[in-house]
């Protein structure tokens, strides 16, 4: 037991060396991205409204009239914050498919080895869903780290009358992204967070489904992450379908679509278990 | 002892094994021979558990087949297998985390027998001394049994010496092995047992050295008969 | 050493004609201790299990002797060693006479070729 625990964190933590420079590479992006937007979005919001005022002959009250003020908001709302977070959303998604076929492909596979590990299996599985898991918790601990770091360096360029200080809380719930990926309650992150693992089971199970039974397997796969989403979406329609608004509480709606995705990750599981056992191909 | 009972396997529509069965002796270097395409790397793959079967059973040592079976049995495949990337000692250290058979005294010996540098990176290596790499990692594992695939294929004639010297070292001591090749006359000397494999069935399977005794016949006479009936 | 293998002989056989002669001409000598299984199969490339083969014939034939836990070693006994070398000459005399059985040529001018053939290797070799 204890062997085998030490073996599935060796594979985590090679799997994660394998990452780094990926994840190194985004989190580059994230950083110089948003320092350049924290210095760079105030600056020109203060040109503008230089620009405004003298053009229009307007004082500081005339202006905040007609036009908003700066808040870190403003900072956060610009493209390099919003750009570099949907790369590395993107990045990981590519990457939670790389994973698994760059073992096939390229001159060295590597499948191989991972296959002939004397482990069970599935922790290969478990070992690549940690790894695209930590990988995607660190780009977002980043980026909230620098949410953070935005109150230390913008607000210093704009002039204290133009700037309104805004909480980060609420800089993250009036921020179309954000509010999604980094919610208040606790209900509301752990909820997340448990779809983004039922998508990525999903997905990973529709990639051993294809690994096993290339073409057949691929449209295996879709109609696989199909049946998964009918499944977990059809309980919020089940007032629709019976026309009948009555029907069911809200909150048993909610425990419908929470059983719904827990039967769809032990199916991903024990399928990926069984694919990996039985049917994986080299 | 390493059974293979009976052994089927489609890819697709095609067959590629048509009920395959023979038996390699542990202390015994068999041989499965054939010309390319007739199934030997599949059944390899099989034995390893690598690609499914639809039919059929494989047993070592009168076991079925397990992630523990890996510290009994180890493959070297016809293809590097360990990251580009990485260098030897690296290579050594991954095995080294999940083996429990992995024997550092022989991995050791085996780098001065092959004459290879540990800080080497493996993709920087000629496709011989790559070849001489999986060697090593395959055979520094203390398993009762190695299964090798075209072990001399597209390398160099004193790389295949120096590989060929390795069957009757002590770096095979008295492990079962089973290697496929389509070149036998290379290994001929060397080998106790010979499957010859016809498009996914075995032809015949015998010891060299009683069909020389016996019959008077060379391994190459012998398939000379098998193929040419 | 060198032995250069046919592919139609029982290789074991090989061996054992092959350790046969380094017996006989001395290469191996009487209580010499004999190369190990392993280290002989790697010397002529080729199957351990071969090389004990020979030696198991050999043992039983008393040409080499084995205690518990040592290495084999060539026999000692003079008369083994006697027989070994008739029954090789006899041997290269049967092939010989049964060589040149079809050509027209008396003993005599047999034994003078013989006689400065045998010179020639001495004083050669």
Known sequence: MKKQLIHFIRLVNFEFERMIKFLFGIIAIVIVSNLIGSIIVPLSYMSEARETMSLESLNVTQFLEMYPSFSISTVTNSLWIYGPLALGISGFLFYSIYIWYREWLGKNTFVYRLLMLPIPRIFIFFSKLFTVFIGIFSLLSIQYVMIRLFYFISPSLVSSDLYKQVDVSEVISSHRAFAFLFPESFGLFAGLYSIGLVFLLVLFTGILLERSFRITGFIYGIVYAVISLVLIVLPSFIPTIFKNQYILYPSEILLLIIAAAIIVSVVSIFLSKYLLEKKITV | MLEVKDVHKKFGRKKVLNGVSFTAQKGDITCLLGINGVGKTTILNAIMNLTPIQKGSILIDEQPQSPDMYNRIAFIPDAAIMLPHMTIKEAMAFMQDYYDVWNEKRAKDLIRFFRLKTSDKIQDLSKGNQAKVSLLVGLALDVDYILMDEPFSGIDIFTREQISEVFSSHLIADRGVIITTHEISDIEHLIDKVVLLGDGVILKEFYAEEMREQEGLSVVDVMREVYNA | ?125
């Open chain 3, 1 to 125: 050493m060198n032995l250069i293998l046919n592919k139609r002989d029982p290789i074991y056989l090989q061996v054992i004609q092959f350790l046969k002669q380094e017996i006989i001409s001395d290469q191996l000598h009487p209580g010499q201790e004999m190369p190990s299984r392993r280290q002989l199969a790697q010397d002529l490339k080729i199957n351990p299990n071969t090389v004990q083969r020979a030696y198991s014939e050999m043992e039983a034939e008393k040409l080499i002797y084995t205690e518990p836990n040592r290495p084999s070693k060539v026999t000692e006994d003079p008369i083994l060693l006697k027989q070994l070398k008739s029954e090789w000459v006899n041997q290269a005399v049967k092939d010989f006479v049964n060589a040149i059985r079809t050509v027209d040529i008396s003993i005599e001018e047999v034994t003078t070729m013989i006689q400065s053939e045998m010179n020639h290797t001495q004083l050669g070799g």
